[in-house]
Protein backbone atom coordinates (compact mmCIF):
# COMPACT_ATOMS: atom_id res chain seq x y z
CA UNK A 1 0.00 0.00 0.00
CA UNK A 2 2.91 2.47 1.36
CA UNK A 3 4.40 1.70 -2.18
CA UNK A 4 0.57 2.41 -3.99
CA UNK A 5 0.95 6.03 -2.70
CA UNK A 6 4.48 6.51 -3.64
CA UNK A 7 3.64 5.51 -6.97
CA UNK A 8 1.07 7.65 -7.18
CA UNK A 9 2.58 10.59 -6.08
CA UNK A 10 5.40 10.30 -9.02
CA UNK A 11 2.05 10.24 -11.49
CA UNK A 12 0.41 13.29 -9.78
CA UNK A 13 3.70 15.15 -9.73
CA UNK A 14 4.39 14.32 -13.35
CA UNK A 15 1.05 15.43 -14.62
CA UNK A 16 1.41 18.64 -12.42
CA UNK A 17 4.55 19.33 -14.43
CA UNK A 18 3.28 18.71 -17.70
CA UNK A 19 0.62 21.08 -16.94
CA UNK A 20 2.99 23.73 -15.73
CA UNK A 21 5.10 23.16 -19.00
CA UNK A 22 1.82 23.52 -21.07
CA UNK A 23 0.85 26.81 -19.42
CA UNK A 24 4.10 27.75 -19.77
CA UNK A 25 3.70 27.76 -23.68
CA UNK A 26 0.47 30.07 -23.26
CA UNK A 27 1.97 32.56 -21.46
CA UNK A 28 4.96 32.27 -24.19
CA UNK A 29 2.47 32.22 -27.19
CA UNK A 30 2.58 36.13 -27.68
CA UNK A 31 6.07 36.22 -28.27
CA UNK A 32 8.61 38.44 -30.72
CA UNK A 33 8.70 34.96 -32.80
CA UNK A 34 4.86 34.34 -33.04
CA UNK A 35 4.22 37.47 -34.87
CA UNK A 36 7.17 37.32 -37.25
CA UNK A 37 6.97 37.11 -41.17
CA UNK A 38 9.61 34.30 -42.11
CA UNK A 39 9.42 34.30 -46.08
CA UNK A 40 8.21 36.22 -48.34
CA UNK A 41 8.16 35.62 -52.25
CA UNK A 42 5.94 36.87 -55.53
CA UNK A 43 4.35 35.11 -57.89
CA UNK A 44 3.46 35.46 -61.73
CA UNK A 45 4.64 39.43 -62.52
CA UNK A 46 3.12 41.20 -65.42
CA UNK A 47 5.71 43.75 -67.44
CA UNK A 48 4.42 46.36 -69.49
CA UNK A 49 6.70 47.57 -72.30
CA UNK A 50 6.85 50.19 -75.48
CA UNK A 51 7.85 49.18 -78.91
CA UNK A 52 7.82 50.95 -82.31
CA UNK A 53 6.32 49.63 -85.28
CA UNK A 54 7.61 49.62 -88.57
CA UNK A 55 5.01 52.63 -89.49
CA UNK A 56 6.40 54.33 -86.41
CA UNK A 57 3.36 53.58 -84.21
CA UNK A 58 3.83 53.19 -80.65
CA UNK A 59 2.13 50.71 -78.40
CA UNK A 60 2.33 48.57 -75.43
CA UNK A 61 2.83 45.08 -75.05
CA UNK A 62 2.64 42.65 -71.78
CA UNK A 63 5.15 40.07 -70.45
CA UNK A 64 5.15 38.06 -67.98
CA UNK A 65 8.03 36.83 -65.56
CA UNK A 66 8.10 34.52 -62.48
CA UNK A 67 8.76 36.72 -59.67
CA UNK A 68 9.90 34.36 -57.23
CA UNK A 69 12.95 34.22 -59.46
CA UNK A 70 13.78 37.47 -57.17
CA UNK A 71 14.77 36.97 -53.61
CA UNK A 72 13.72 39.16 -50.97
CA UNK A 73 15.30 39.87 -47.47
CA UNK A 74 13.65 40.23 -44.32
CA UNK A 75 15.30 42.44 -41.85
CA UNK A 76 13.49 41.40 -37.94
CA UNK A 77 15.24 43.99 -36.33
CA UNK A 78 13.78 46.79 -38.06
CA UNK A 79 10.87 44.88 -39.56
CA UNK A 80 11.97 45.52 -43.38
CA UNK A 81 10.67 43.62 -46.08
CA UNK A 82 12.31 44.18 -49.68
CA UNK A 83 14.39 42.71 -52.11
CA UNK A 84 17.55 44.17 -53.71
CA UNK A 85 18.15 42.77 -57.24
CA UNK A 86 15.51 45.17 -58.38
CA UNK A 87 12.61 44.13 -60.71
CA UNK A 88 12.44 45.01 -64.51
CA UNK A 89 11.32 47.99 -65.55
CA UNK A 90 7.75 48.15 -66.52
CA UNK A 91 6.73 45.63 -64.11
CA UNK A 92 2.95 46.18 -62.65
CA UNK A 93 3.06 46.65 -58.94
CA UNK A 94 -0.13 47.61 -59.19
CA UNK A 95 -1.37 44.05 -59.15
CA UNK A 96 0.84 42.07 -57.10
CA UNK A 97 0.47 38.45 -56.32
CA UNK A 98 2.32 37.33 -53.33
CA UNK A 99 3.46 34.40 -50.47
CA UNK A 100 3.45 35.22 -47.32
CA UNK A 101 4.89 32.45 -44.45
CA UNK A 102 4.65 33.41 -40.59
CA UNK A 103 5.87 31.87 -37.99
CA UNK A 104 3.26 29.43 -36.15
CA UNK A 105 0.48 30.13 -38.26
CA UNK A 106 0.09 33.63 -37.15
CA UNK A 107 -2.46 35.76 -39.08
CA UNK A 108 -1.45 38.83 -41.70
CA UNK A 109 -2.76 41.82 -42.92
CA UNK A 110 -1.97 44.33 -44.99
CA UNK A 111 -2.80 48.29 -43.60
CA UNK A 112 -4.44 50.19 -46.23
CA UNK A 113 -2.92 53.04 -48.17
CA UNK A 114 -4.73 55.82 -47.03
CA UNK A 115 -6.11 54.71 -44.12
CA UNK A 116 -5.91 52.34 -40.92
CA UNK A 117 -8.01 49.79 -41.99
CA UNK A 118 -6.67 45.80 -42.02
CA UNK A 119 -7.75 43.59 -45.26
CA UNK A 120 -6.84 39.88 -44.40
CA UNK A 121 -3.89 38.49 -46.78
CA UNK A 122 -4.57 35.86 -49.65
CA UNK A 123 -2.16 34.73 -51.80
CA UNK A 124 -5.15 34.70 -54.19
CA UNK A 125 -5.78 38.62 -53.82
CA UNK A 126 -3.56 40.71 -56.11
CA UNK A 127 -1.82 44.03 -54.01
CA UNK A 128 -1.46 47.29 -54.64
CA UNK A 129 2.18 47.86 -54.05
CA UNK A 130 3.15 50.90 -55.74
CA UNK A 131 4.13 52.39 -52.67
CA UNK A 132 5.63 50.96 -49.56
CA UNK A 133 2.99 48.73 -47.52
CA UNK A 134 2.46 48.15 -44.21
CA UNK A 135 2.05 44.31 -42.91
CA UNK A 136 0.98 43.76 -39.71
CA UNK A 137 1.19 40.19 -38.39
CA UNK A 138 -1.01 38.75 -35.19
CA UNK A 139 -0.11 36.51 -32.74
CA UNK A 140 -1.95 33.64 -31.90
CA UNK A 141 -3.78 34.86 -29.06
CA UNK A 142 -5.16 37.50 -32.01
CA UNK A 143 -3.84 40.85 -29.54
CA UNK A 144 -0.46 40.89 -29.99
CA UNK A 145 1.49 41.86 -33.41
CA UNK A 146 4.36 43.41 -35.03
CA UNK A 147 4.18 45.77 -38.51
CA UNK A 148 6.48 44.76 -41.36
CA UNK A 149 7.14 47.18 -43.67
CA UNK A 150 7.13 46.10 -47.50
CA UNK A 151 9.26 47.60 -50.71
CA UNK A 152 9.13 46.42 -53.97
CA UNK A 153 12.04 47.61 -55.65
CA UNK A 154 11.72 48.08 -59.66
CA UNK A 155 14.56 49.32 -62.50
CA UNK A 156 13.95 52.62 -63.97
CA UNK A 157 15.81 51.49 -66.80
CA UNK A 158 16.95 48.78 -69.02
CA UNK A 159 19.73 47.58 -67.80
CA UNK A 160 21.28 46.98 -71.49
CA UNK A 161 20.43 50.15 -72.86
CA UNK A 162 22.79 52.45 -73.69
CA UNK A 163 22.94 55.96 -73.22
CA UNK A 164 25.09 58.64 -75.07
CA UNK A 165 24.92 62.39 -74.23
CA UNK A 166 26.75 65.11 -75.74
CA UNK A 167 29.08 67.09 -72.91
CA UNK A 168 31.29 70.13 -73.13
CA UNK A 169 33.54 69.33 -70.56
CA UNK A 170 35.31 66.01 -68.83
CA UNK A 171 34.25 64.94 -65.67
CA UNK A 172 36.40 64.81 -62.61
CA UNK A 173 36.74 61.00 -62.86
CA UNK A 174 37.53 61.64 -66.92
CA UNK A 175 40.22 64.04 -65.97
CA UNK A 176 41.84 62.08 -63.31
CA UNK A 177 42.15 58.96 -65.79
CA UNK A 178 44.15 61.63 -68.40
CA UNK A 179 46.09 63.45 -65.62
CA UNK A 180 47.39 59.66 -65.03
CA UNK A 181 47.99 58.91 -68.99
CA UNK A 182 49.84 62.06 -69.50
CA UNK A 183 52.24 61.72 -66.15
CA UNK A 184 53.27 58.32 -67.75
CA UNK A 185 53.79 59.88 -70.94
CA UNK A 186 56.11 62.69 -69.86
CA UNK A 187 58.15 59.60 -68.14
CA UNK A 188 58.13 57.69 -71.37
CA UNK A 189 59.81 60.10 -73.06
CA UNK A 190 62.28 61.01 -70.12
CA UNK A 191 63.59 57.91 -70.93
CA UNK A 192 64.09 58.09 -74.34
CA UNK A 193 61.38 55.72 -75.53
CA UNK A 194 59.83 56.19 -78.44
CA UNK A 195 55.99 55.51 -77.82
CA UNK A 196 54.09 55.06 -75.10
CA UNK A 197 51.45 51.97 -75.56
CA UNK A 198 49.77 51.32 -72.40
CA UNK A 199 49.48 49.49 -69.79
CA UNK A 200 47.97 46.78 -66.92
CA UNK A 201 47.32 47.10 -62.64
CA UNK A 202 51.31 47.02 -62.00
CA UNK A 203 53.23 47.11 -65.35
CA UNK A 204 53.60 50.18 -67.81
CA UNK A 205 54.70 49.10 -71.98
CA UNK A 206 56.29 51.53 -74.06
CA UNK A 207 58.27 51.27 -77.72
CA UNK A 208 61.85 51.73 -78.30
CA UNK A 209 62.75 53.48 -81.53
CA UNK A 210 63.29 50.12 -82.81
CA UNK A 211 60.32 49.05 -81.50
CA UNK A 212 61.27 46.60 -78.67
CA UNK A 213 58.42 46.27 -76.18
CA UNK A 214 60.00 47.76 -72.60
CA UNK A 215 58.18 47.05 -69.68
CA UNK A 216 58.32 49.24 -66.41
CA UNK A 217 57.03 48.39 -62.55
CA UNK A 218 57.62 52.20 -61.30
CA UNK A 219 55.26 53.77 -63.14
CA UNK A 220 57.65 54.76 -65.74
CA UNK A 221 61.11 55.76 -63.58
CA UNK A 222 63.11 52.48 -65.38
CA UNK A 223 62.34 49.89 -67.70
CA UNK A 224 63.66 47.04 -69.15
CA UNK A 225 63.14 44.65 -72.02
CA UNK A 226 59.70 42.42 -71.85
CA UNK A 227 59.60 39.32 -73.53
CA UNK A 228 57.62 37.97 -76.57
CA UNK A 229 56.77 34.53 -77.36
CA UNK A 230 57.03 35.20 -81.29
CA UNK A 231 59.40 37.04 -83.50
CA UNK A 232 59.02 40.85 -83.09
CA UNK A 233 58.26 41.06 -87.26
CA UNK A 234 54.12 40.34 -85.90
CA UNK A 235 54.39 43.27 -83.58
CA UNK A 236 52.47 46.15 -84.62
CA UNK A 237 54.02 49.70 -85.16
CA UNK A 238 51.22 51.85 -86.33
CA UNK A 239 48.20 52.54 -84.87
CA UNK A 240 49.06 51.01 -81.73
CA UNK A 241 45.85 50.63 -78.67
CA UNK A 242 46.16 48.78 -75.57
CA UNK A 243 43.85 47.63 -72.79
CA UNK A 244 43.66 45.76 -69.80
CA UNK A 245 41.21 43.57 -67.27
CA UNK A 246 41.52 42.03 -64.16
CA UNK A 247 40.59 39.15 -64.03
CA UNK A 248 36.97 38.86 -61.70
CA UNK A 249 37.75 35.08 -60.66
CA UNK A 250 41.64 35.65 -60.17
CA UNK A 251 42.43 39.26 -57.85
CA UNK A 252 45.88 39.79 -58.91
CA UNK A 253 45.86 38.68 -62.95
CA UNK A 254 45.17 41.02 -65.15
CA UNK A 255 44.66 40.13 -69.19
CA UNK A 256 46.23 42.89 -71.57
CA UNK A 257 45.53 43.05 -74.92
CA UNK A 258 47.66 44.99 -77.51
CA UNK A 259 46.31 45.65 -80.79
CA UNK A 260 47.65 47.73 -84.24
CA UNK A 261 48.94 47.35 -88.04
CA UNK A 262 52.31 46.56 -89.31
CA UNK A 263 53.39 48.44 -92.60
CA UNK A 264 51.69 48.44 -95.25
CA UNK A 265 54.42 48.80 -97.84
CA UNK A 266 56.33 46.04 -95.98
CA UNK A 267 53.74 43.72 -95.17
CA UNK A 268 50.71 44.60 -98.23
CA UNK A 269 48.92 41.26 -97.13
CA UNK A 270 47.71 42.06 -93.81
CA UNK A 271 43.95 41.77 -93.72
CA UNK A 272 43.65 42.64 -90.11
CA UNK A 273 45.28 43.91 -86.62
CA UNK A 274 47.99 42.10 -85.11
CA UNK A 275 46.80 41.05 -82.06
CA UNK A 276 48.89 40.01 -78.54
CA UNK A 277 47.92 39.31 -75.11
CA UNK A 278 49.82 39.09 -71.96
CA UNK A 279 48.64 37.52 -68.73
CA UNK A 280 50.35 39.80 -66.03
CA UNK A 281 50.34 38.23 -62.50
CA UNK A 282 50.71 40.40 -59.47
CA UNK A 283 49.89 37.46 -56.65
CA UNK A 284 52.66 36.94 -53.61
CA UNK A 285 54.17 34.67 -56.15
CA UNK A 286 54.26 35.86 -59.27
CA UNK A 287 54.67 33.74 -62.80
CA UNK A 288 56.52 36.00 -65.03
CA UNK A 289 54.75 35.60 -68.92
CA UNK A 290 55.70 36.55 -72.04
CA UNK A 291 53.38 38.59 -74.77
CA UNK A 292 51.66 35.82 -76.86
CA UNK A 293 51.37 36.42 -80.39
CA UNK A 294 47.78 35.69 -80.90
CA UNK A 295 48.27 35.09 -85.20
CA UNK A 296 45.14 35.09 -87.68
CA UNK A 297 44.20 31.77 -89.15
CA UNK A 298 42.91 31.69 -92.89
CA UNK A 299 39.57 30.41 -91.87
CA UNK A 300 39.21 32.58 -89.16
CA UNK A 301 36.64 35.50 -90.64
CA UNK A 302 35.76 37.26 -87.29
CA UNK A 303 39.08 39.06 -87.12
CA UNK A 304 39.74 42.57 -86.16
CA UNK A 305 39.90 44.53 -89.77
CA UNK A 306 42.03 47.15 -90.14
CA UNK A 307 41.69 50.27 -88.43
CA UNK A 308 43.36 53.80 -88.12
CA UNK A 309 43.21 55.82 -84.69
CA UNK A 310 41.88 52.72 -82.58
CA UNK A 311 41.11 53.10 -78.85
CA UNK A 312 40.88 50.21 -76.95
CA UNK A 313 39.53 49.29 -73.05
CA UNK A 314 37.35 46.67 -71.42
CA UNK A 315 34.01 47.45 -71.38
CA UNK A 316 31.32 45.00 -69.55
CA UNK A 317 32.94 41.98 -69.60
CA UNK A 318 34.48 42.55 -73.52
CA UNK A 319 37.09 44.08 -75.29
CA UNK A 320 36.00 46.79 -77.51
CA UNK A 321 37.85 48.48 -80.28
CA UNK A 322 36.37 52.39 -81.80
CA UNK A 323 38.41 53.73 -84.78
CA UNK A 324 37.85 54.43 -88.46
CA UNK A 325 37.60 51.67 -90.70
CA UNK A 326 38.06 52.71 -94.63
CA UNK A 327 37.07 56.34 -93.19
CA UNK A 328 33.16 55.05 -91.19
CA UNK A 329 33.65 55.14 -87.14
CA UNK A 330 33.21 51.73 -85.79
CA UNK A 331 33.04 49.92 -82.37
CA UNK A 332 34.21 46.19 -82.75
CA UNK A 333 33.97 44.10 -79.22
CA UNK A 334 35.70 40.59 -78.19
CA UNK A 335 33.91 38.47 -75.97
CA UNK A 336 37.07 35.55 -76.20
CA UNK A 337 40.11 37.66 -75.04
CA UNK A 338 40.85 38.93 -78.82
CA UNK A 339 40.59 35.80 -80.85
CA UNK A 340 36.97 37.14 -82.57
CA UNK A 341 35.67 40.03 -83.39
CA UNK A 342 32.14 41.14 -84.19
CA UNK A 343 31.18 44.82 -85.15
CA UNK A 344 29.35 45.72 -81.60
CA UNK A 345 25.34 45.50 -81.56
CA UNK A 346 24.74 47.36 -78.16
CA UNK A 347 27.47 50.25 -78.49
CA UNK A 348 26.66 51.96 -81.22
CA UNK A 349 28.74 55.28 -81.91
CA UNK A 350 26.58 58.96 -81.79
CA UNK A 351 25.47 59.92 -85.55
CA UNK A 352 26.98 63.02 -85.26
CA UNK A 353 30.39 61.41 -84.49
CA UNK A 354 30.44 59.88 -88.44
CA UNK A 355 32.12 62.55 -89.95
CA UNK A 356 35.32 60.07 -90.51
CA UNK A 357 37.26 61.75 -88.58
CA UNK A 358 39.83 60.33 -85.43
CA UNK A 359 38.74 59.92 -81.89
CA UNK A 360 40.34 59.02 -78.88
CA UNK A 361 38.15 57.07 -76.56
CA UNK A 362 38.86 55.42 -72.68
CA UNK A 363 36.43 54.63 -69.94
CA UNK A 364 36.76 56.71 -66.43
CA UNK A 365 36.14 54.75 -63.03
CA UNK A 366 32.41 55.16 -62.94
CA UNK A 367 31.85 53.32 -66.16
CA UNK A 368 31.20 56.00 -68.72
CA UNK A 369 32.48 55.76 -72.03
CA UNK A 370 34.69 58.97 -72.76
CA UNK A 371 34.97 59.69 -76.75
CA UNK A 372 36.41 62.87 -78.40
CA UNK A 373 36.60 64.08 -81.86
CA UNK A 374 39.24 66.78 -82.03
CA UNK A 375 38.53 67.92 -85.40
CA UNK A 376 34.95 68.70 -84.86
CA UNK A 377 35.28 69.50 -81.10
CA UNK A 378 32.39 66.71 -80.25
CA UNK A 379 33.00 65.51 -76.90
CA UNK A 380 30.53 62.65 -76.01
CA UNK A 381 29.78 60.75 -72.65
CA UNK A 382 27.80 57.43 -72.51
CA UNK A 383 27.35 54.53 -70.17
CA UNK A 384 25.52 50.61 -70.27
CA UNK A 385 22.57 51.77 -67.35
CA UNK A 386 23.18 48.49 -65.59
CA UNK A 387 26.58 49.58 -65.48
CA UNK A 388 25.79 52.50 -63.61
CA UNK A 389 23.50 50.88 -60.76
CA UNK A 390 24.59 50.96 -57.77
CA UNK A 391 25.99 47.36 -56.57
Given amino acids: MRRFFGLLGVAVSIVLLCSSCLNGDDAESAT ?26 DSVYKKTYTGSDYSFHIDQVNRQIFNTDSLPVG ?32 DADSIDCSQ ?5 VYARDSQ ?34 LEDLQNIQTHTQ ?22 RIMVSIDDGETWTDDILDESATWLPTQDIACGYHNYSTYNNIDYVLLVGRRDATAYPNDKGMQVWHKIVDYSLTPQVNKWAFMGLSDNNTLYLPLMTSPSLFWYNGKAVCIGL ?25 PDKLQTGNPVTAFVDSKNFIWIEQPATGQLW ?7 GWAQ
Avoid at 46 to 52: E, F, I, S
Avoid at 91 to 114: P, Q, R, W
Wanted: proline share 1%.
Fill in 132 to 136: PRKIR
Fill in 144 to 177: NYSTYTLRINVHLEEADEFRWSEETAYSDEAQEY
Fill in 325 to 349: CESELVAYESKDGGITWKESASLEI
Fill in 91 to 122: TDLEHVLCSISTLNGGAAYFKGINNDSLYYYS
Fill in 32 to 57: YNDMAIISFSLGTMNRYLHTTSSTGA
Fill in 190 to 211: EAGLKQYIGRSTTERYAYTDDY
Fill in 381 to 387: RGRLNKL
